[in-house]
């Protein structure tokens, strides 16, 4: 009985990339010449759909150059790195109107995060003080 083999998209598009990739080799000017960047971006494609080893399998291609030009496009690719933002301080209250904000206590014995709401200002110092004191 025979198998009957089943194709899915992603097969047949690797299977294009393939296909592609042997049409270059045997119309190329001379056997050094570099492969193409289209080539090189199917490959890569292919690459992080089928993973690494079984697209140099199946392409024929140099695992460590293949490697390399993924590498090198997950770094065109990679979000940009965040940058400082700093936020213009709020307009200076009385000691006595009611705020709300949330305080992050870190030290070397931990970290505390508090939400408050309706509280004066000058209660954030004790209120900070005690619990610091209390996780030491």
């Known amino acids: 009985m025979a198998a009957i083999t089943q194709t899915t998209p992603t097969s047949c598009r690797l299977d294009e990339t393939r296909r592609r990739i042997e049409r270059w080799r045997e119309t190329r000017p001379h056997r050094q010449a570099p492969m193409p960047a289209a080539l090189w971006d199917a490959a890569v494609s292919a690459a992080r759909q089928h993973g690494l080893y079984p697209t140099v399998?199946?392409?024929r291609v140099d695992y460590g150059a293949l490697k390399k030009h993924v590498e090198a496009a997950n770094?065109?690719?990679a979000p940009a790195a965040p940058t400082f933002v700093e936020l213009a301080p709020a307009p200076p209250t009385t000691l006595t109107d009611p705020v709300a904000?949330?305080?992050d206590i870190i030290g070397a014995g931990g970290s505390k995060r508090i939400r408050l709401t309706g509280l004066a200002?000058?209660?954030l110092m004790t209120l900070a003080r005690m619990a610091w004191s209390e996780g030491q």
């Open 121 to 123: 200002p000058s209660d």
């Open 57 to 59: 399998r199946t392409l």
């Open 75 to 77: 770094l065109s690719h």
């Open 101 to 103: 904000c949330v305080v």
